[in-house]
């Protein structure tokens, strides 16, 4: 992505890009499993997974002559002032543009109830998506729609009609909108989109590979999206900077940031980053503090497919260790080594993060909930009760009887802050 890769270490996007775009086809461009913090929650902010956003958007991995920044933690607990949704003007790309400020230790020791797991991305009900094939991208052919895809998202054709076809109107994520004749014919008979289907493949630069979505909304409107197809890009545009220059000044913001808990901004590609680098510190804790793994247990995943739905996949973990070490010492980013399942192996990572698997045969470490500072010890009784009211909690959530969870919390801080 041009824009948002350039803007990695503090490019603006265009002007004409400030306005809000739609949400919901933003979010299915985006895919099923990307999650957006939400504003005004703290968050973590991993630089080594924002490097690998580079690497991979520009085919190269980081040299080893770029400078480290020792002072520089390989997880930043930052607020998160800001978020907004963003589409590359020449790729229809999507992308997210955060405003992080870190904490400083004393805001980091404060009391703190994470409760914000994040927006999932909301997927639209009525969608399709289909990964393009030679003959959709012909400039003399047409879009073969699925049949159940047709019936389920476009509206319904007359059939006394001979063709049955009528016209529809989608709009792309700038709001543009694409006039397409919807016919169902040949031998045998399909729905295909085709007068106006070649003007949109041309204006857009669309090739084998790329995905189309369709969204029947809730406002009865059609919603057109793009997927691009991962592919390395060969020439650079003269706008975007060097790799390495991009590495470089995304580290030196962020050690700025660190160093003076000043407001910093990132980008995020959901389709060209491996794996999100900022996530709820919610999310980050759950995961780090109260979950236990262990070399050899199983585990599963969620990944994408191509029809833009969800699937688990299965693995066995290995080994818990840094992914970089000299560089990266302490870091909980990809810290886990996995081995997956033969028959699933495909492009899995070689190397996951805590926050991304679901571990199978383990439980969650209770009684810590979440990080409480004590500044006075308890007396035995008082821990004892602290305990109790925990493991009751833990049935609470299990049993998923709300009122008694909030009871039981308040009882929890009661206990907390008794000397």
């Known amino acids: 992505m041009s824009s948002s890769s350039a803007a990695s270490i503090g490019q603006q996007p265009p002007e004409e890009e ?45 040299d080893g ?10 997880q930043l607990i930052c607020q998160l002032h800001d978020v907004t949704m963003h589409a590359d003007v020449e790729t229809d790309e999507v992308y997210a543009q955060m405003t992080l400020q870190p904490l400083n230790p004393q805001e980091q020791n404060d009391p703190y109830l ?11 009900t009525n969608y399709f998506c289909k990964t393009l094939t030679a003959s959709d991208t012909s400039t003399h052919g047409g879009f ?7 019936e389920r998202v476009f509206p319904p054709l007359d059939f006394t009609q001979q063709p049955p076809a009528q016209e529809l109107i989608a709009r792309d994520i700038h709001d543009v909108e694409w006039k397409f004749r919807h016919i169902f014919r040949g031998q045998p008979k399909r729905h295909l989109l085709t007068t106006g289907w070649s003007v949109f493949v041309s204006a857009k630069r669309l090739v084998a590979g790329d995905s189309v979505l369709f969204i029947w909304n809730e406002k009865n409107q059609l919603l057109l999206g793009i997927r691009r197809a991962s592919r390395p890009q060969t020439v650079m545009p003269s706008s975007v900077l060097s790799s390495d220059s991009m590495h470089i000044g995304l580290l030196a913001a962020a050690a700025h940031a660190a160093a003076t808990n000043s407001r910093f901004t990132i980008f995020f590609n959901p389709r060209a980053s491996p794996s999100e680098f900022v996530i709820p510190l919610s999310k980050y804790i759950k995961a780090v503090f109260h979950t236990r ?64 698997i ?34 009751l909690m833990l049935v609470a959530i299990t049993l998923s009887a709300a009122p008694l969870v909030l009871w039981l919390f308040t009882c929890v801080i009661s206990v907390t802050a008794t000397k």
């Open 18 to 62: 400030k306005k809000c775009l739609n949400s919901e086809l933003w979010h299915a461009c985006a895919g099923p499993l990307v999650c957006l913090p939400t504003v005004a929650t703290r968050v973590v902010y991993f630089p080594q997974g924002h490097s690998e956003q580079v690497a991979a958007s520009t085919n190269k991995e980081v």
């Open 114 to 124: 994470p409760a914000e797991m994040g927006i999932m991305s909301k997927q639209p």
């Open 144 to 150: 073969s729609v699925p049949r159940r895809a047709a």
């Open 65 to 74: 002559h770029i400078p480290n920044y020792p002072n520089l933690p390989p």
């Open 293 to 356: 793994i262990s070399v050899g247990m199983r585990f599963r995943m969620l990944f994408e497919t191509e029809e833009s739905s969800v699937r688990r996949y299965m693995g066995t973990i290995t080994e818990v260790s840094d992914a970089d070490p000299v560089r990266w010492p302490s870091s909980y980013w990809r810290s886990v080594k996995v081995g997956w399942d033969e028959s699933t192996a495909g492009e899995r990572p070689p190397r996951v993060s805590l926050w991304e």
């Open 358 to 391: 679901e571990p199978l045969t383990t439980f969650p470490m209770y009684p810590s909930l979440f990080p409480l500072r004590v500044k006075h010890p308890w007396y035995s009784g008082v821990a004892a009760l602290h305990g109790t009211l925990q493991i």
